[in-house]
């Protein structure tokens, strides 16, 4: 059974750091960019890190923009989401996808072939 499995989440005060992981079963996922998505309560689903195959390229919205580290370790598999400065705006469920779409690292939902079932993230005091 070919899946994703997000772990990492949980409540952080302001300003604090999380790291997040992405791994992956059942299929090899250096065929893969992969994306790590966002989604609050009443909001769109937004693309905050993205990451190519090769791992040569990333992408970050301006709301994360030298906050967040997107890194992979194909040798296990696993996709990794820093996360420092946290503000509560950051607060959401985190899910990251594996994107067929070359040595690309554009965050763009429709490409995911294979989704994680989330993981909460919450900023708060």
């Known amino acids: 059974q070919s899946q994703l499995v997000e772990s990492g989440g949980g409540l952080v005060q302001p300003g604090g750091s999380l790291r997040l992981s992405c791994a992956a079963s059942?299929?090899?996922?250096?065929?893969?960019?992969v994306g790590w998505f966002r989604q609050a309560p009443g909001k769109e689903r937004e693309g905050v890190s993205c990451?190519?195959?090769?791992?040569?390229?990333?992408n970050y919205p301006d709301s994360v923009k030298g906050r967040f580290t997107i890194s992979r370790d194909n040798a296990k598999n696993t996709v990794y989401l820093q996360m420092n400065s946290l503000k509560p705006e950051d607060t959401a469920i985190y899910s990251c996808?594996?994107?067929?779409?070359?040595?690309?690292?554009?965050?763009?939902?429709?490409?995911?072939?294979?989704w994680g079932q989330g993981t909460q993230v919450t900023v708060s005091s």
């Open positions: 059942g299929f090899t996922l250096d065929e893969y960019a």
């Open positions: 996808a594996a994107m067929a779409m070359g040595d690309q690292a554009m965050c763009i939902p429709s490409f995911g072939r294979y």
């Open positions: 990451i190519s195959r090769s791992g040569s390229r990333t």
